[in-house]
């Protein structure tokens, strides 16, 4: 069996569900909770599947990006005028409604992109293993109810 590691990381960010019959079509809020499980079936030189200051640094950008913003399909018509009014803090997604489904495949395949550079990069402050692998993301909505990618 494998060994494995999870980093939980905690954003604040909003959606709105264009094709939901209730409620959840207007602009709303989450406390998300994220959990990013990698695995690797060799501890590296320093006994760890990797340092947890690998994903500090690897995920930055992203968490910086996700924090704070809403996340709206693009196909809604209050797209447009969230966007102008907004800029960057609104994440579009492609005739998508982002539901917490939706959010944990972006954070996992954004995340596995992030980990893969890191990885690359050359002169990075911590190692990360070739052996290491991002198996799953989970995104808690609310304190009782998750979803997750993985593969």
Not at 94 to 117: G, H, N, Q, Y
Request: overall charge positive; some cysteine; proline content about 3%.
């Amino acid at each position: 069996m494998p060994y494995r590691i999870c980093k939980t990381i905690e954003i604040e960010s909003g959606h709105m569900l264009s094709k939901h019959h209730d409620n959840c079509k207007y602009p709303h809020g989450h406390s998300r909770r994220v959990e990013l499980i990698l695995e690797s079936d060799e501890l590296d030189a320093n006994d760890m599947v990797c340092d947890f200051s690998v994903l500090k640094v690897a995920l930055k950008r992203l968490l910086d990006s996700l924090d704070h913003a809403m996340c709206i399909n693009t196909k809604d018509p209050m797209y447009k005028a969230f966007k102008e009014t907004y800029g960057d803090r609104v994440i579009g997604f492609d005739a998508t409604d982002p539901t917490t489904e939706v959010i944990a495949k972006t954070i996992f395949d954004r995340v596995k992109e992030s980990l893969d550079r890191y990885g690359n990069k050359k002169g990075q402050p911590y190692r990360l293993g070739k052996g290491v692998r991002l198996i799953r993301a989970r995104v808690w909505e609310t304190s009782t109810s998750w979803a997750e990618y993985g593969r």
